[in-house]
């Protein structure tokens, strides 16, 4: 099975103090050998803009997470099949949800990644509650919640 960190995943994976850190560590070790995870190129972006945005003294933290990431996890790059899944994704979440083109745009990255998770056949591993929704609008997409 093939497995999409969202960012806050990662988030909650790299901060051992997270209360959400024990339970996706012990989920990662109840994987198959033939499982893979992946991390999207969004994730970077996100993590880039969290270091350039950290305080000095954490700065080296988060580059030694992101050096970390990049040579222990696949990363999906965008391309235009997911291109295609997000500009009809997005278009059914605004219609569904009767959200205001200001606010769509707060989940730009969401949609990103679950069409990127559709594309690439993988599961979305995240806790946010938006996926729930675009599941319902596009049943190829798959989710896990590992912080339960």
Known sequence: MKFLFDSNTISDLYNTTSKQYENISKRLTQLANTDEIAISIVTLYELEYAFHNAPENKQAI???DINHLQ??????P???QSAEVFGQLKKQFKDSSMINKENIKKHNIDIMLASSAICE???LVSA?????????????????????
């Open 128 to 148: 946010d509650k938006i996926y729930i929704h675009l599941q319902q609008l596009n049943n190829n997409l798959h989710t896990e919640d590992w912080t339960l």
């Open 62 to 64: 988060i580059r030694n």
């Open 121 to 123: 056949n993988s599961v």
């Open 71 to 76: 040579r222990n996890f696949s990363v999906v």
């Open 78 to 80: 965008l391309n235009i």
